[in-house]
């Protein structure tokens, strides 16, 4: 028997999540950001539920190549463009969209010999300090590339570094418009805060939105809104199984430092799951975590293999727990309950954003 700890990773919510995207984006075309093997869930399991997306967007080469062998004709785009020159050999086998954000890009697009002209996104920097043109050198660097015979056709971009919270997107989309006014081209800005929250703008929707983490079930805003409230569906869930129990006594403590002392009675149980399958060594004793199907705490702290939780709501409830009992460290239980990867995620101080990307390796993943 391997341990029991297995990642799911959910074909249908992400069939659902990228229904959700489009209706958020109305009339914009969607692309599917997968980028960082979309999001820990593996390309290919990803592309089963998101083949209907219109594009897909991700940064490395090989998951372009992925997309490519697994059949995918449609539109690519590299979202931090080309890291070399050779790179570009790439794009033209590929067909590759790719983004161009600074000079050294547009030098390595002149020395590129090609029949077959480019398409690039041409991405202005808008405040976030990232990657991109400063607004006024956005045109300069448009003429530039317009003048190539290697580029076909430009398309305008970028990246709203505050679509999730209150400071918003105003200044940013002002900037990009006042910039852009007169040139020609598609445009895309929106990521999923910017798709959920503010796509009711036609120029904020554009002519494509770059959904990425709304399309795995995680809200983009979590501090102000659940997934469940967007309508989005977990498309992972991470679950295990008690593979031991202990009883303890009042004053008895549980794991390394004994940070947790128990102030009663009570029944532990051991999962098989730790900060070496991904699961945040950060989470601290209350983390939400559900045996199966029943919402109760973690206690402790979380060990490399196995991280300790209460039995007590159970145990009172009169259910039959113990060894092999079901643990779902989030998503979604037998039973059809839900944790949310954003609350695990929130007792760890970050996002769920980082949870499914850090899933490790060494846990077995397939899809349903
Ligand atoms: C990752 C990324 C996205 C997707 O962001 P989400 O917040 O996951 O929707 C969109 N655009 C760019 C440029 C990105 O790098």
């Known amino acids: 028997m391997p341990r029991p700890i297995h990642a799911t990773v959910h074909t249908q919510a992400l069939r659902h999540n990228l229904q959700r995207a489009r209706q958020a984006a109305l009339d914009a075309r969607v692309w599917a950001v997968v ?6 869930h593996g390309i290919a399991r990803a592309f089963e539920g998101l083949r209907g997306a219109d594009g897909f967007a991700l ?5 372009a190549q992925t997309l490519r062998d697994l059949g995918w004709r449609g539109p690519i785009l590299l979202l931090e463009g080309v890291f070399e020159q050779r790179d570009l050999e790439l794009c033209s ?10 000079e050294q890009q547009i030098d390595m697009l002149s020395q590129h010999k090609t029949n077959v002209p480019q398409r690039v996104f041409l991405k202005m920097n808008s405040g976030m300090n990232r990657l991109g043109f400063a607004p006024h050198s956005y045109r300069s660097a448009w003429t530039r590339l317009n003048a190539l015979p290697q580029v076909d056709e430009i398309s305008l971009m970028a990246h709203f570094s505050d679509a999730d919270g209150d400071k918003g997107i105003a200044q940013q989309m002002q900037l990009f418009q006042q910039f852009t006014q007169d040139l020609p081209g598609e445009r895309s800005l929106s990521n ?8 009711g703008a036609a120029e904020v929707r554009a002519d494509w939105v770059r959904a990425g983490i709304a399309l795995y079930g995680s809200a983009p805003d979590a501090a102000q809104h659940s997934a469940t409230e967007w309508d989005l569906q977990p498309a992972m869930t991470l679950s295990s199984k008690i593979i031991g129990t202990q009883q303890l006594a009042l004053g008895d403590s549980v794991g390394y430092g004994s940070s947790f002392v128990a102030q009663a ?10 900060y070496a399958d ?3 060594r950060l989470c601290p004793t209350g983390t939400p975590v559900l045996v199966n199907g029943v919402r109760t705490r973690t206690l402790g702290r979380v060990s490399m293999d196995m991280l300790a939780v209460d039995l007590t709501p159970l145990q009172q409830a009169g259910a039959a727990v113990g060894f092999g009992s079901e643990v779902t460290l989030w998503g979604r239980s037998h039973s059809g309950a839900l944790l949310s990867i954003d609350e695990v995620a929130s007792a760890a101080g970050t996002l769920g954003y980082e949870l499914m990307c850090a899933l490790a390796a060494r846990v077995p993943t397939s899809a349903d």
């Open 192 to 199: 999923s805060a910017a798709m959920l929250r503010h796509c």
């Open 35 to 40: 980028k960082a093997n979309a999001y820990g």
């Open 93 to 102: 086998r590929l067909d590759l969209w790719h983004t161009v954000h600074c």
């Open 265 to 274: 009675p009570m029944l532990v149980g051991v999962a098989a799951c730790g």
């Open 59 to 63: 940064l490395d080469l090989n998951e």
């Open 278 to 280: 991904g699961y945040p």
